[in-house]
T-cell receptor
Framework: DAKTTQPTSMDCAEGRAANLPCNHS???????VYWYRQIHSQGPQYIIH???NNETNEMASLIITEDRKSSTLILPHATLRDTAVYYC??????????FGTGTRLTVIP | KAGVTQTPRYLIKTRGQQVTLSCSPI?????VSWYQQTPGQGLQFLFE???????NKGNFPGRFSGRQFSNSRSEMNVSTLELGDSALYLC????????????FGSGTRLTVV
């Protein structure tokens, strides 16, 4: 399974778009990119996933580069409740998730 | 719909004891996975069950075991507890293989003294 690299921390102003990058240069053709987030003291929450096309749902958008070596999670209008650790995961069956250290996003009022 | 339910929420045990944690998945979900979260190691995969069979296993000693019942409810057991087993234990369920994402419970916080 491909390893992912994420910045340790990021800040974002409330109401602005939060763009969280993830590098997965060794990703293989059948590995999906998954994003989860974990708010303090809670279990991780699934956000979105994709294979090679950009994806959007009610929570976020996922932009995957054409070579699939990196992706960006976009929270279009960040709120204080979006403050969390965000994990980018590259997995095949996704039944053995390797979470890594993630990015701690702090939304600032 | 009801989410993933883990019981108990908190637990304190003594070294050498054993403990059993329970997880009730979302109705209809057949895959249940367990994770351990500690400040030092982060989230680590323990094992996954599907239709009462262990389908995948992480790199944990044999003291960590689990099972899944016919109603998809799952339990994990840790025998001969060590101080290092203190952690948040998380259960996650999905329809199959988490392809559409796993739903996690709030976890059981185990403290070993």
């Amino acid at each position: 399974d491909a390893k992912t690299t994420q910045p340790t921390s990021m800040d974002c102003a409330e109401g602005r778009a939060a763009n969280l990058p993830c590098n997965h240069s060794t990703i293989s053709g059948n590995e999906y990119v998954y994003w989860y987030r974990q708010i303090h003291s809670q279990g991780p929450q699934y956000i979105i996933h994709g294979l090679k096309n950009n994806e959007t749902n009610e929570m976020a958008s996922l932009i995957i580069t054409e070579d699939r070596k990196s992706s960006t999670l976009i929270l279009p209008h960040a709120t204080l409740r979006d403050t969390a650790v965000y994990y980018c995961i590259a997995e095949t069956g996704a039944n053995n998730l390797f979470f890594g250290t993630g990015t701690r996003l702090t939304v600032i009022p | 719909k009801a989410g993933v339910t883990q019981t108990p929420r908190y637990l304190i045990k003594t070294r050498g004891q054993q403990v059993t944690l329970s997880c009730s998945p979302i109705s209809g979900h057949r895959s249940v996975s367990w994770y351990q979260q500690t400040p030092g190691q982060g989230l680590q995969f323990l094992f996954e069950y599907f239709s009462e069979t262990q389908r995948n296993k992480g790199n944990f000693p044999g003291r960590f075991s689990g099972r899944q019942f016919s109603n998809s409810r799952s339990e994990m057991n840790v025998s001969t507890l060590e101080l290092g087993d203190s952690a948040l234990y998380l259960c996650a369920s999905s329809l199959d293989r988490g392809l559409d994402g796993y739903t996690f419970g709030s976890g059981t916080r185990l403290t070993v003294v």
